[in-house]
């Protein structure tokens, strides 16, 4: 009994779930730590999928000064209400955005956002140098492409690894932030100035 009780506090300060949803995920997973991290993932997956059609009028702009004013950002994020919006966990993704924002410079919020410039500039590089490569014209459109959706996955602010923690996107700290909090959450824009 101590066990999944200890396991039942572990699962909470990791994934700041419910104590139910804690208790439900461990028995669906027999008191596997990792099933139960599974099923309580896929859970706030749907959540948030849940969620994502719902307007967002509220939330705040965080700005970010960095290396002695030379390196700044400004970031909007919204939410759903006010009350949110004020919340500590709120300003710490906020804050979590902009940093990254500063740290990583992303060109565009989603990978559909990325400028089509940007895009067809890095396509036309790759297609010369899979020219250059003496492969068949075949495998050169798969490299290309290839080439191509690796830069807009690298360049989009919910695609990039997230800075504090590699392994975990910028999109999959939205998703966890959506779940804990309750409310659609939405990147809106940044900008970011650098002398």
Do not use: W
Not at 4 to 25: C, P
Not at 58 to 81: M, P, Q, R, S, W
Not at 84 to 101: G, Q, Y
Request: glycine share 8%.
């Amino acid at each position: 009994m101590a066990s999944t009780i200890e396991k039942i506090k572990q699962l909470r300060e990791e994934t700041a779930a419910g104590m139910m949803d804690v208790k439900r995920a461990l028995e669906e997973s027999s008191g596997d730590l990792d099933g139960a991290r599974r099923v309580l993932r896929e859970r706030g997956q749907a959540i948030a999928a849940k969620k994502s059609s719902r307007e967002t009028h509220e939330g705040l702009i965080e700005a970010y000064i960095h290396f002695n004013g030379k390196l700044g950002v400004l970031v909007e994020v919204d939410c759903e209400t006010d009350f949110v919006a004020r919340t500590p966990e709120f300003k710490e993704f906020a804050r979590n955005v902009a940093l990254h924002v500063a740290s990583m410079n992303p060109l565009a919020v989603g990978e559909g956002d990325v400028p089509a410039e940007a895009v067809e500039e890095e396509r036309s590089i790759a297609r010369k140098q899979a020219q250059d490569s003496g492969k068949p014209e075949n495998i050169q459109e798969k490299i290309v492409e290839g080439r191509v959706n690796k830069f807009v996955k690298e360049r989009a602010l919910l695609t990039q690894d997230f800075v504090k923690e590699p392994g975990k996107t910028v999109g999959d700290l939205l998703q966890e932030t959506i779940q804990r909090l309750g409310e659609n959450i939405v990147v809106r824009r940044f900008v970011r100035y650098e002398l």
